[in-house]
Nanobody
Framework: QVQLVESGGGLVQVGGSLTLSCAASGSIFSRNVMGWYRQAPGKQREVVAVMTSGGSGNYVDSVKGRFTMSRDNAKNMVYLKMNSLKPEDTAVYYC????????????WGQGTQVTVSS
């Protein structure tokens, strides 16, 4: 069973900031491209940021310039700094390797809820 523990979510006002953290087991993290995903109510899970083990990152257009992903390979941790949050950023956020594994509960962590209020 995978071990992924996301944290750092919460309720924030429009324009606010949050930093998410994810602790991953070594089997998932080691030399893998890692990503942050989110799933809004009634929508499919989507990837919002990815980063190689070397620290090269890419972002979907909707979060470019606002979100910054980072990783600490020594600690098997990934982070997502989110600035200028918008109501449409409201979702449950997950981390996992890229490409995403099957949408089975045993392959994903619990996620962390981010709610942006207007």
């Amino acid at each position: 069973q995978v071990q992924l523990v996301e944290s750092g979510g919460g309720l924030v006002q429009v324009g606010g900031s949050l930093t998410l953290s994810c602790a991953a087991s070594g089997s998932i993290f080691s030399r893998n491209v890692m990503g942050w995903y989110r799933q809004a109510p009634g929508k499919q899970r989507e990837v919002v940021a990815v980063m190689t083990s070397g620290g090269s990152g890419n972002y979907v257009d909707s979060v470019k310039g606002r979100f910054t992903m980072s990783r600490d390979n020594a600690k098997n941790m990934v982070y997502l700094k989110m600035n200028s949050l918008k109501p449409e950023d409201t979702a449950v956020y997950y981390c996992n390797k890229v490409p995403a594994p099957a949408p089975r509960p045993e392959y994903w962590g619990q996620g962390t809820q981010v709610t942006v209020s207007s």
